[in-house]
């Protein structure tokens, strides 16, 4: 299949700070994105669908001015988390859709390996 | 809004043995239904998926599932599991009528399955 990398696996901060992850692409053109959480034990929540070029769309109850989601081109979409807090901490994972029309794999979702955030 | 159940939590099982995992959905109309497995320390990976046709459907490593549509069930199956089978799986659901919203998954808690040698 195809190769979605998430950036950075893990990262520790500081409460109050700012942490971006990045999904990438690598080896195909995704034009949705999707970012979701993973509490432990629990099930993956969607937080927000992003299109590439356009806002994202966020899912209710998900602030979206704490969770910054950029998708500047096919092959990249970033989550930022603004002014982190340790409720924050959880594992955040991508998923890529490939475009639908040619490539390799047309309307295929691929995950990412996800990001565990860990606030201080 | 659509929801996905899973009811098992945590399985043992030693190698031989079969395995079903129990999926059940929510929603009002239909769906197309989706196993995917994490091994540890991998990412998720497709087990295999129902969009239509043939309610049973064979995916990779020899499991397969089976959508029973007055159940909305769709439980995952292998007659024999092997210790490299230990896995956490997750049975998702996404409406089949998409209205801009890509392949907007719903996802169960996920069962974490450890097969003993």
């Known amino acids: 299949g195809a190769v979605v990398s998430q950036h950075p696996s893990w990262v520790i901060c500081k409460s109050g700070t700012s942490v971006k992850i990045e999904c990438r692409s690598l080896?195909?053109?995704?034009?949705?994105m999707f970012w979701y959480r993973q509490f432990p034990k629990q099930s993956l929540m969607l937080m927000a669908t992003?299109?590439?070029?356009?806002?994202?769309?966020?899912e209710q109850g998900v602030e979206k001015d704490k969770f910054l989601i950029n998708h500047a081109s096919l092959t990249l979409s970033t989550l930022t988390v603004t002014s982190a807090h340790p409720e924050d901490s959880s594992f955040y994972i991508c998923s890529a859709r490939a475009e639908t029309s040619g490539g390799r794999f047309p309307g295929e979702l691929f995950f990412g390996e996800g990001s565990r955030l860990t606030v201080l | 809004a659509q929801s996905v159940s899973q009811h098992n939590h945590h399985v043992i099982l030693s190698e031989a043995a079969s395995l079903e995992l129990g999926c059940n959905y929510s929603y009002g109309g239909t769906v197309n239904l989706f196993w995917y497995v994490q091994y540890p320390g991998q990412h998720l990976q497709l087990l295999l998926k129902?969009?239509?046709?043939?309610?049973l459907v064979k995916g990779i490593k020899g499991f397969e599932a089976e959508f029973i549509k007055s159940k909305f069930s769709f439980n995952l199956r292998k007659p024999s599991v092997q210790w490299s089978d230990t896995a956490e799986y997750f049975c998702?659901?996404?409406?089949?009528?998409?209205?801009?919203?890509?392949?907007?998954?719903?996802f169960g808690t996920g069962t974490q399955l450890k097969v003993e040698l």
């Open positions: 129902y969009f239509s046709g043939d309610p």
């Open positions: 080896d195909f053109q995704a034009t949705t």
């Open positions: 992003s299109n590439e070029g356009s806002k994202a769309t966020y």
């Open positions: 998702a659901v996404t409406p089949k009528i998409l209205t801009g919203g890509g392949n907007k998954l719903t």
